[in-house]
């Protein structure tokens, strides 16, 4: 696996070795050992979620004020645009963004890791991501900061408008609040 860093500190492009020939193809999509000597310390994924879109949507960009999880995001059909923001209080890098095109051709993946906001755009037909947690998705502590944040200036390589859910519409900006501790 050749492992290339982004701007953002942890913020990693994951590219397989894939074998093949005249029946198709092999690759290792995920594998402990590796995978965490490439990050840098364990790492415990406790659920897998998969989503499909349409050209043209953004997802995201979410976060979890409590049990912040990471994302290890594959796409298995199509082409996505997907983005990490860094919103770490006190990272040498808040309030910038990383971004990378996965897609079911390259077979590349994304490494988000706890603490940073996550979203892409879908710029194929149609796309199924595929993306690993560290921790359960909890509605109560789900944010989301607005896909055009003038502050972050995500260029989502848009050519029109997108469709974005009435929930992620109703984003915050940038930088989020902060919020207590939860008791």
């Excluded at 990693?12 to 074998?19: A, M, N, R, W, Y």
């Excluded at 082409?79 to 971004?99: K, N």
């Excluded at 037909?125 to 993306?131: N, R, T």
Aim: a negative charge; charged letters at 25%; glycine letters at 10%.
């Amino acid at each position: 696996m050749n492992v290339v860093p982004t701007a953002i500190e942890g913020v990693l492009v994951l590219e397989p070795q894939v074998f093949g020939d005249a029946r198709g193809f092999f690759f290792e999509s995920w594998n402990k050992r590796v995978f965490e000597a490439a990050v840098g310390g364990p790492v415990d994924f406790v659920q897998d979620n998969h989503s499909k879109s349409a050209r043209g949507v953004i997802r995201g960009l979410h976060y979890q004020v409590v049990r912040p999880q990471g994302k290890l995001v594959r796409v298995v059909v199509g082409t996505v645009f997907d983005v990490a923001v860094d919103i770490r209080p006190g990272s040498p890098t808040f309030g910038r963004w990383a971004g990378a095109e996965l897609s079911a051709e390259n077979k590349r993946q994304l490494w988000v890791p706890p603490g940073l906001a996550h979203g892409f755009v879908v710029r194929s037909e149609s796309a199924e991501v595929l993306y690993k947690t560290t921790d359960s998705w909890c509605a109560e502590f789900e944010r989301c900061i607005r896909w055009d944040d003038p502050t972050l200036a995500i260029d989502w390589g848009l050519d029109a408008p997108p469709l974005v859910s009435e929930k992620d519409a109703r984003g915050g900006s940038f930088p989020p609040p902060a919020e207590p501790p939860e008791a």
